[in-house]
């Protein structure tokens, strides 16, 4: 069965400090995947996504995240982190051969100190 | 435009009662999806609607949950006999169709089951 994995639970920064969220995922098969952030008070929204071409993607507010298919990871970075970076942040994956079930990880919850 | 709506934003029931939680897709948007996040959980897949296709109901946890999407619009999630295990906040999201297209999520229905 797919699953995916976080293993960073909690994760305390200082502002201007880079950033590295881990995400591994079980599945040999061809993926889309996706990374979710819930910031306080607010909705899920979609960070960043991918389904095909390039493994470095590029999605809002400065965050990227690398597809390295030979390490089943999908790690999310960030260069410098702001406070407005607090936030829950998802990892998830569809397997491509599963048309609608997407699979996400338990979160991260980052904290970034002022 | 105004985006998913779920309601009612909090739902407490005693153990054995029904329940039903409703969710209101962006419109036009022809996919939708429910999920179940439990205390300290990712989000657990439950269900997906595509249209007028049979819905994927893979992700649901027992024959006690059930869900309908009337005229491809409004959905609603109906639990029976509710249990403890059931306390979680259930979310909605809606999207144009594919499943690399990007999910909206409504706020979600905090259930908790006494």
């Known amino acids: 069965a797919q699953s995916v994995s976080q293993h960073n639970h909690h994760v305390i920064l200082s502002e201007a400090a880079s950033l590295e969220l881990g995400c591994n995922y079980s599945y040999g098969g061809t993926v889309n995947l996706f990374w979710y952030v819930q910031y306080p008070g607010q909705h899920l929204q979609l960070l960043l996504k991918y389904f095909s071409g390039d493994p470095l993607v590029k999605g809002i507010k400065g965050f990227e995240a690398e597809f390295i298919k030979s390490k089943f990871s999908f790690n999310l970075r960030k260069p410098s982190v702001q406070w407005s970076d607090t936030a829950e942040y998802f990892c998830a994956v569809n397997a491509q051969s599963s048309a609608s079930k997407i699979i996400f990880g338990s979160g991260t919850r980052l904290s970034i100190r002022p | 435009g105004a985006g998913v709506s779920q309601s009612p934003s909090n739902k407490v029931t005693e153990k054995g009662k029904d329940v039903e939680l409703r969710c209101d897709p962006i419109s036009g948007h022809t996919a939708l999806y429910w999920y179940r996040q439990s205390l300290g959980q990712g989000l657990e897949f439950l269900i997906y609607?595509?249209?007028?296709?049979?819905?994927?109901k893979s992700g649901l946890p027992s024959d006690r949950f059930s869900a309908e999407r009337t005229g491809g619009s409004v959905s609603t999630l109906t639990i029976q006999r509710t249990q403890q295990e059931d306390s979680a906040v259930y979310l909605c999201?809606?999207?144009?169709?594919?499943?690399?297209?990007?999910?909206?999520f409504g706020p979600g229905t905090r259930l908790t089951v006494l």
């Open positions: 999201a809606s999207s144009l169709g594919t499943i690399t297209d990007t999910q909206y």
């Open positions: 609607f595509q249209g007028n296709s049979a819905p994927d």
